[in-house]
DNA sequence: TATTTATATAACAATTACGTTATGTAAAGA
DNA sequence: TCTTTACATAACGTAATTGTTATATAAATA
């Protein structure tokens, strides 16, 4: 149902899928540049760098023989509003107990 | 190396999660009142709790012989930082980039 | 045309994730 | 004390994830 947004906080879970990220941050970059950088196969980056733009976060461009990835940085924005809303919500914690606390007794 | 993170974003990738989430921005709830709204088992309800927990985005209390949980929102800050950072990257805006570059190592 | 280069895909193993049902535990209430 | 209630944990099946090496493909170059 909301498939891009689950493909997108997955795709950010992992650590070099973040590092990529970073990399791409610095300016576009083919798989053999960002391979050069990671301790994993150009096959592993290649899987990565895929899981990344099915998410939406990066796009791929074709120029010979190389394709070239850059940052999608709208990929992230309804993720960004999730994270958002949820942050903008503050539990009042004393509040909140002595409503918990009430209601127990009221349903006594 | 960052593994609050990676847990914080993969415990968000799970819709199931996100919408317990959005349930407890609507207040504290306890397992059982969790469960009667979704169309999975309690265990199974059970353990997204202990994911979302160790992901530090809610916390558990202990009320008599119910665990009442709510929303820890300050846990999805780090994560709410990168994808802040990711998305106001943009391609001739090198202003940002420093800062984008910087986040993970920045909040450790 | 034949070779090299850049990247993708296939096949495989190990690990993790997510659901189920069955059962354990601790507090509440009769 | 005995039962019920609220929740956790165990055991298990299945599918997805992440890495590997081997191989395929397509453009560049000799």
Redesign the interface.
Known sequence: ??EL???A??A????TR?AI??RL???EANVGDIAENFPISQPAISRHLKVLEEAG?IETARVGQSRPR??R??G??Q??R??????????D?FD??E???DS?KDSK
Chains 1, 2 share one sequence.
Do not use: V
């Open positions: 149902m909301n947004l689950d493909l906080f997955a950010l879970a992992d650590p973040r990220l970073r941050a610095k300016g976060l850059r940052l940085p709208e992230a924005e993720a960004q999730f994270l958002a809303e949820m942050a903008s919500y503050w539990p914690r909140r107990l409503q918990f606390l127990e």
